[in-house]
Each structure stands twice: as structure tokens, then as C-alpha cells.
């Protein structure tokens, strides 16, 4: 109802979008639930304009003055506790799953006991309205339009070539990316069906690569698989640099082309507004923004 009323005020879905920090799409289908539930059309759509219709114009004159009424006494409930209540479902990759959230859950969770997170963690880029999540963790190339986004975790992060030692003996050290199309190299598929090129850069100079090898895995959900036949000396592996941190503290794995290793910048949670911002990630947006002060 609230959507219906702003894209009504707005005179289109794109205007009231921006007008309250929310996403088109998420606009068109909350009214296309509130027409669909009340059997009813409410706004003429055309490629020019959106205005109400007679059933709409009846509706937006009684329903200003009630949600005001409603939000008005959500209000009162929520500043008659000190504490948030409710579910937090957030959609991330696997790779936030295990590298970015676990510095950061633990102390949310004992800051806000009565919240409970859900975490749906996959590498396929899902709607946040359709999986049914509150808010969700991408890298900035993946984030959708109109969604406002908040840093995360570590705002610098890099990719890393790594093998064990053994394989590194048998078979050499490369000493620039191109060397790597000679060697067994281990790659991920996204659920998508694409596999991402290997990249380098070094002092001005980028390497893009599609080497070969014998074993690729699905990203996210056989990530930790292709790293353990990295360690037992099957071929080379491409991940991001925290992910074998572990490893190579242990010399379970080696680096592989340090210098050359990209650099890109860290997560963003997104969400599709503010003003509608469900109190759990409320919470946890504002425990982010402290986390990155101190």
C-alpha cells in the first residue's frame, strides 16, 4: 500500500523510486500483489505516464491518513523497547559466507540477542525480493540498480595463484602469468555456466588467461574442494588471497606470482530502502557503519 501510494503521488515508478530510495521493480511488483489481492486495477500504466485509476484515486484518499494513523503506532512499539525483534535474512556469495561475516556476526548477535540471521549464501545473483531476503552482500559489479549499498568487511581485497610446494617442485615456478597456460590449473563455473578468466597486472601491464587443467569446480559450493587438490600437489589454484591465508601460514600452499596479484574492492551489503528498513537491518546496518568508525 505504501508503494501503490508513492508511485500515485510520484506519477511513476522510476520518480517515486528515487524519491524514497527503493527499486522499480520492487515498486511494480508491490502493487501488482495490491491490485492482484484486491481484484481490482489501480493505476493506468502507460509508456508516458502512470496515474490512478477511479478505484485508485478512492483507495489513495482513505489510505493517507490510515498508514500515517499505522505508522504512527508502529512507532510506539518499537521506541517502547530497547532492542530490535525479528529475522534478518540476508542473501551472500559463499565467499562473504567465509570470509566477511565471521568477523562480524558474533559480536552483532550478542549486541542484538532477540534478532535472528538467516544467511542464504550462493553464487548465482538473486533478487533480493524474489528469495525472500531482507538485504544481500555482492561485489559492486554485481549490485543491482537503484539499490543503496553499504561497505562491508575489508574494502580491499586481492585474487591469489597458490599451489603446494611438491607440485611447485615437479613442475616450476612461474615467473610471469603467461607461463601458467603450461601448467595444471584448477578453475571454478559459476551456476551461471561461465568460468572466469584468470587476471594479473603488475606495473601498468594486464594478463587476462583462460588456462586448462584437470579439474573445475562449481564456485561456492565445491570451492573448498578444488583448493584441497591444490594442497594435495594436483595443479594451481585462483582465490581470493584470504581464502588461502590459512594455507599458507600452514605451507600447506605456496604463493604463486605474488606481485602480479589484482587488487579490487571489497563487498557492499545492498538493500532496497530506507524508509521501509525492516528493524533487524536496521540494527545491523548501523552495527556495520559503527564497526567501520572504531
Same mark, same amino acid.
Given at each position: 500500500m505504501n508503494a &501503490?501510494?508513492?508511485v500515485a503521488r510520484a506519477g511513476g515508478f522510476r520518480d517515486a523510486a528515487r524519491a524514497g530510495g527503493m527499486s522499480p521493480s520492487g515498486l511494480s511488483e508491490a502493487v501488482r500483489r495490491l491490485e492482484t489481492q484486491l481484484g481490482v486495477r489501480l493505476l493506468n500504466r502507460t509508456t508516458r505516464s502512470v496515474v490512478p485509476t477511479e478505484a485508485g484515486k478512492r483507495l489513495l484518499d482513505r489510505? =493517507?491518513? /490510515?498508514? =500515517? #494513523?499505522?505508522?504512527? /503506532? !508502529?512507532?510506539?512499539?518499537?521506541? =517502547? +523497547?530497547?532492542?530490535?525483534?525479528?529475522? !534478518?535474512?540476508l542473501n551472500v556469495p559463499v565467499s562473504a559466507a567465509r570470509l566477511v561475516l565471521p568477523a562480524i556476526l558474533p559480536g552483532f548477535l550478542a549486541a542484538y540477542p532477540e534478532v535472528q540471521v538467516e544467511i542464504i549464501a550462493e553464487d548465482s545473483?538473486?533478487?533480493?525480493f524474489a528469495s525472500g531476503c531482507d538485504a544481500g552482500i555482492r561485489y559492486d559489479e554485481r549490485l543491482e540498480q537503484d539499490m543503496i549499498a553499504v561497505p562491508i568487511g575489508p574494502r580491499v581485497q586481492r585474487f591469489a595463484a597458490a599451489a603446494a610446494p611438491a607440485?611447485?617442485? +615437479?613442475?616450476?615456478?612461474?615467473?610471469?602469468?603467461?607461463?601458467?597456460?603450461?601448467? /595444471?590449473?584448477i578453475r571454478g563455473r559459476f551456476s551461471s555456466g561461465m568460468i572466469n578468466a584468470w587476471e594479473f597486472e603488475r606495473d601498468g601491464e594486464s594478463v587476462k588467461l583462460e588456462p586448462s587443467g584437470p579439474l573445475i569446480v562449481r564456485v561456492g559450493a565445491a570451492t573448498e574442494l578444488g583448493v584441497e587438490v591444490a594442497v594435495a600437489g594436483a595443479g594451481?589454484?585462483?582465490? &581470493?588471497?584470504?581464502?588461502?591465508?590459512?594455507?599458507?601460514?600452514?605451507? #600447506?600452499? #605456496?604463493?604463486?606470482? #605474488?606481485?602480479?596479484?589484482?587488487r579490487f574492492s571489497g563487498p557492499y551489503l545492498y538493500f532496497p530502502s530506507r +524508509?521501509?528498513?525492516? /528493524?533487524?537491518? +536496521?540494527a545491523f546496518v548501523d552495527f556495520i557503519k559503527a564497526s567501520e568508525v572504531d
Amino acid at each position: 500500500m505504501n508503494a &501503490f501510494m508513492a508511485v500515485a503521488r510520484a506519477g511513476g515508478f522510476r520518480d517515486a523510486a528515487r524519491a524514497g530510495g527503493m527499486s522499480p521493480s520492487g515498486l511494480s511488483e508491490a502493487v501488482r500483489r495490491l491490485e492482484t489481492q484486491l481484484g481490482v486495477r489501480l493505476l493506468n500504466r502507460t509508456t508516458r505516464s502512470v496515474v490512478p485509476t477511479e478505484a485508485g484515486k478512492r483507495l489513495l484518499d482513505r489510505l =493517507a491518513p /490510515a498508514l =500515517a #494513523e499505522v505508522e504512527s /503506532a !508502529l512507532d510506539v512499539v518499537n521506541t =517502547a +523497547r530497547d532492542k530490535p525483534i525479528g529475522t !534478518l535474512r540476508l542473501n551472500v556469495p559463499v565467499s562473504a559466507a567465509r570470509l566477511v561475516l565471521p568477523a562480524i556476526l558474533p559480536g552483532f548477535l550478542a549486541a542484538y540477542p532477540e534478532v535472528q540471521v538467516e544467511i542464504i549464501a550462493e553464487d548465482s545473483f538473486v533478487d533480493v525480493f524474489a528469495s525472500g531476503c531482507d538485504a544481500g552482500i555482492r561485489y559492486d559489479e554485481r549490485l543491482e540498480q537503484d539499490m543503496i549499498a553499504v561497505p562491508i568487511g575489508p574494502r580491499v581485497q586481492r585474487f591469489a595463484a597458490a599451489a603446494a610446494p611438491a607440485y611447485l617442485d +615437479r613442475h616450476g615456478r612461474p615467473r610471469h602469468p603467461q607461463d601458467l597456460l603450461s601448467h /595444471a590449473c584448477i578453475r571454478g563455473r559459476f551456476s551461471s555456466g561461465m568460468i572466469n578468466a584468470w587476471e594479473f597486472e603488475r606495473d601498468g601491464e594486464s594478463v587476462k588467461l583462460e588456462p586448462s587443467g584437470p579439474l573445475i569446480v562449481r564456485v561456492g559450493a565445491a570451492t573448498e574442494l578444488g583448493v584441497e587438490v591444490a594442497v594435495a600437489g594436483a595443479g594451481i589454484v585462483y582465490l &581470493f588471497e584470504d581464502w588461502l591465508r590459512p594455507y599458507f601460514d600452514r605451507g #600447506e600452499l #605456496e604463493p604463486v606470482l #605474488e606481485p602480479w596479484w589484482p587488487r579490487f574492492s571489497g563487498p557492499y551489503l545492498y538493500f532496497p530502502s530506507r +524508509r521501509l528498513m525492516p /528493524a533487524p537491518l +536496521r540494527a545491523f546496518v548501523d552495527f556495520i557503519k559503527a564497526s567501520e568508525v572504531d
